[in-house]
């Protein structure tokens, strides 16, 4: 009879657990969509969506240690910084968040996200930058 509470109070345990981490992903999810739907209008969507892709990765893998393809990340910095042409070619909008997509990606190559706090810094500043722009960048 002991045994048969036990395992009903762990059932209840790990059913709570699932609900709570349900509402995390939720919670999570509602605020990625949030800032999905305020982009600066003056940054291309293409752009703007391979960014949050590649930062929503560094983020996922730092801090839950979800996998990570390192090739994704290079293309990123090959197609909008290594490609001259194709830098130039961005207003100042979009060269504050490829420049600041970059930092967060080189970052994260050289291991500087040990710190999650300082990861969780960036990102709030990132977040700045894809909807407000750069200052540094703009005209």
Do not use: P
């Amino acid at each position: 009879m002991a045994l048969k509470k036990l395992l009903i109070a762990l059932c209840a345990i790990f059913l709570t657990s699932c609900v709570t981490a349900n509402e995390k992903v939720d919670e999570k999810q509602e605020f990625r969509n949030n800032i999905a739907h305020n982009i600066n209008d003056n940054i291309d969507y293409i752009l703007a969506t391979d960014s949050l892709t590649d930062v929503w990765h560094i983020e996922d893998h730092i801090l839950e240690g979800e996998e990570i393809d390192h090739g994704r990340l290079l293309r990123f910095t090959d197609t909008y910084v290594m490609n001259e042409e194709k830098f130039e070619s961005l207003n100042g909008y979009e060269k504050g968040l490829v420049m600041m997509t970059s930092a967060i990606i080189s970052k994260y190559f050289n291991g500087k996200y040990e710190d999650k706090e300082l990861l969780k810094s960036d990102i709030e500043e990132y977040y700045d930058v894809i909807q407000n722009g750069d200052e540094f960048y703009l005209d």
